[in-house]
């Protein structure tokens, strides 16, 4: 833009001089051709005078003097001739001059109104803008030309840009004195650059950069022209402020981290930045620490610049000094990056004089009992604080089936506890390293080859500086005592199944004696009586007697399944079919007691998982009870429905009920409620039904009361 303004400016030049020339030209052409008539007159007087003069010397009849006067006035009018053509010449070269120029000046003019429009518009896109203000004598700015950015920017109109009043409005109340400074050194002609804010109408706040470039009149020793220009920046100061944000938590950490760090230059080991850590640790003041390199503090110099150079993010122990010169082990980790473009990395150091100290004395106490507890018969480890074993005696080695310490050194407590023992094992070590007293008790233990031990044990703390550094204790074995104590407890439960099974022969005995008994009788009344009425009277009690055996043998078949670990067909079953279909089989039984019978089954099928044999039986087993101990004439209903947790089949009758004292042996097996014996049956119906419920994941719930009747309900979870 400045090269095409520069060009124009040379053309203007140019043609202003040319433009000179026209007048000037028209005017040296009047004169010449003044000049010319003044000569040709002057020539002709002098023409006229020499004609006089001849004819005064060689008489008027000498024709001589004619031909000297038309010679004379021949080449008088060929010089006027030759004159009046050079100027006409000149002036036609002098106008194809200025109509290229002409030209020449319309191009640069197009050029100029292209490259204008080419600003307006990239203006006009982009958060850039400029102006230029004319400052009259008074002092007085008006804006000559600006960019449309600048109104799209600070929300002013053309009208308001030169107001100090509408600045002051969009002024962020903070910046405001330094806008205005800003002014006073541009007005005194001072070049200026500013950063400053403002409010947008919509409430916005936007940063701006501004330069100006004032022009000094030297004749009025003022300005009297302002160049000025301005930039959104915006999004650069919320990138600084966000880095800042970023680098003032960075930095808080770097403070408050306990460890002293150290901001090390990878390639010189020169000291960046440390934080207050460091100056407690080395005893240096930050100045003098940011003075020195890595190497400075280190009481091994070689092995640190090596260790720099390689790259380590860990040294377990190096030692380094402080400013007294005292010499002190510790612990480096390091962090490698990148520090405004140059290698470097953050150093962790801690002081690990303390936790030496504490390796020390727990291996002088090691060592003070290693001869006593060598030679002990009790199990002797010892602990450090991490839970991990620093030593184990011959006998700990044996207990835990273990052939070298080394197996076990190192190695956290855990590798020697039951699984089921772990938390209970850790909760005792916590409590004991937090100085709480942890009285003798007994324990498992797993040994090396996965059997489980038994053992009692007694821990005590290891103190050192009223510090608690370690656990130490014994082990002796129980083992055998243990095992002896399983044995008697299993003896003990073997006795009990043995009783158990006695009662249950004795119980199933005289359940089958009863039948027996009767068929025995009825048999020798047959072989005693030949009235055909009697006989066939004791044959039917005969078979009626045989089909309780039966039963009572299906029966006993029907626990020793339930009580095996035999599984269970398993399929989606409708409640409502098993209900209809044990119903059915029953009608015979309902009908000769004369009992009403009612279903009652929701619209939509009941479904259960389970096996529909052993669901029907449980169900058969419940109604049975419920016809046998409801008087004729009585009721019986059978429900099925569907709750939120459970798929439920309820049979209630109008029965003779339950005594309160009989209820809760209502499922053990062989009990019957009637002792005499008038109502048929064994007492393992209820037995039969609850083991098969409790097989499906289900219950049985019962009410009752005496002279109304039961209800008993069959639970079982829904699919």
């Not at 008539?37 to 004609?51: E, H, Q, Y």
């Not at 009989?662 to 039969?688: N, Q």
């Amino acid at each position: 833009m400045r090269n095409v303004n520069k060009s124009l400016s040379k053309i203007l030049n140019q043609i202003g001089r040319r433009l000179i020339f026209i007048p000037a030209a028209f005017i040296r052409g009047e004169d010449h051709r003044r000049h010319g008539r003044r000569v040709l007159l002057i020539g002709l007087f002098l023409v006229g005078l020499g004609a006089l003069l001849t004819v005064a010397i060689l008489g008027i009849d000498n024709p001589a003097w004619l031909l000297i006067l038309l010679l004379s006035a021949a080449t008088l009018l060929v010089t006027q001739h030759y004159w009046e053509r050079d100027w006409q010449g000149e002036l036609r070269q002098r106008t194809a001059e200025l109509a290229a120029i002409a030209a020449q000046y319309r191009q640069v003019e197009e050029t100029l109104r292209q490259n204008e429009e080419r600003y307006r518009i990239i203006s006009a896109v982009t958060s850039d803008f400029t102006f230029t203000d004319r400052v009259e004598s008074d002092g007085h700015q008006v804006t000559e030309w600006i960019t449309a950015a600048a109104f799209r920017m600070t929300g002013l109109t053309h009208a308001e840009w030169s107001s100090l009043e509408a600045w002051e409005r969009i002024l962020y109340p903070a910046d405001k004195f330094l806008f205005r400074a800003s002014w006073e050194r541009t007005l005194s002609g001072q070049p200026d650059a500013i950063e400053y804010r403002i409010v947008t109408g919509d409430g916005q706040l936007r940063w701006l950069r501004r330069w100006t470039l004032p022009v000094w009149d030297e004749a009025t020793q003022r300005v009297t022209c302002i160049y000025g220009a301005a930039q959104d920046i915006t999004q650069r100061k919320q990138a600084e402020e966000a880095l800042r944000e970023g680098e003032e938590k960075y930095w808080r950490l770097f403070e408050l981290e306990s460890d002293a760090l150290f901001l090390i230059d990878n390639e010189t080991g020169h000291i960046l930045e440390v934080n207050a850590a460091a100056v407690n640790l080395y005893g240096y003041s930050r100045e003098e620490l940011l003075q020195k390199r890595n190497v400075d503090l280190s009481a091994e110099p070689t092995a640190t610049r090596q260790a720099t150079y390689a790259g380590l993010t860990r040294i377990p122990v190096r030692f380094h000094h402080n400013k007294n010169g005292a010499v002190f082990p510790v612990e480096i980790t390091a962090s490698h990056l990148l520090w405004q473009g140059r290698p470097a990395h953050i150093a962790a150091i801690r002081d690990i004089t303390e936790r030496m100290q504490i390796d020390t004395a727990l291996w002088e106490s090691a060592e003070r009992f290693r001869r006593i507890i060598e030679g002990a018969e009790a199990g002797y480890f010892l602990i450090d604080r991490e839970g991990k074993f620093q030593r184990v005696n011959a006998a700990w080695l044996r207990l835990h089936k273990y052939d070298s310490a080394d197996e076990v050194i190192g190695q956290h407590f855990s590798l020697t506890q039951v699984d089921t023992d772990l938390e209970q094992a850790e909760t005792i070590v916590a409590k004991l390293l937090n100085g709480e007293a942890i009285p003798p008790g007994e324990f498992t233990r797993r040994c090396r080859d996965g059997t489980i031990g038994y053992h009692t044990f007694s821990i005590s703390p290891v103190i050192h500086d009223d510090k608690v550094i370690g656990l130490e204790g014994f082990i002796i074995d129980t083992t055998a005592r243990k095992q002896a104590e399983q044995q008697h407890l299993a003896l003990l439960l073997e006795r009990e199944r043995i009783q158990i099974l006695a009662d249950f022969i004795t119980q199933a005995s005289h359940e089958f004696r009863t039948p027996l008994a009767t068929i025995n009788t009825s048999t020798y009344l047959l072989q005693k009586t030949t009235d055909p009425l009697t006989r066939q009277q004791q044959i039917q009690q005969i078979e009626e007697r045989v089909q309780d055996i039966a039963a009572l043998v299906d029966a006993l078949t029907t626990m020793a399944k339930l009580d095996s670990t035999q599984s269970l067909t398993e399929e989606v079953i409708d409640l409502g079919g098993v209900v209809e279909s044990v119903h059915t089989s029953r009608q015979k039984s309902l009908q000769a007691k004369h009992l009403h019978s009612q279903l009652d089954l929701p619209a939509q099928p009941v479904m259960a998982r389970g096996d529909i044999h052993y669901l029907q039986q449980a169900l058969g087993c419940i109604l049975d009870n419920a016809i046998r101990f409801t008087p004729d004439e009585g009721a019986i209903t059978i429900g099925v429905a569907q709750t939120a947790t459970n798929s439920l089949i309820e049979i209630a009758d109008t029965g003779v009920g339950i005594p309160a004292n009989a209820f809760p042996r209502i499922f053990e097996r062989f009990y019957r409620v009637d002792k005499s014996g008038t109502t048929r049956g064994f007492g393992l119906g209820l037995p039969i039904a609850q083991a098969i419920v409790d097989r499906h994941g289900g219950r049985i719930e019962a009410t009752s009361e005496v002279g109304k009747g039961s209800v008993f309900r069959i639970l079982l979870p829904p699919v």
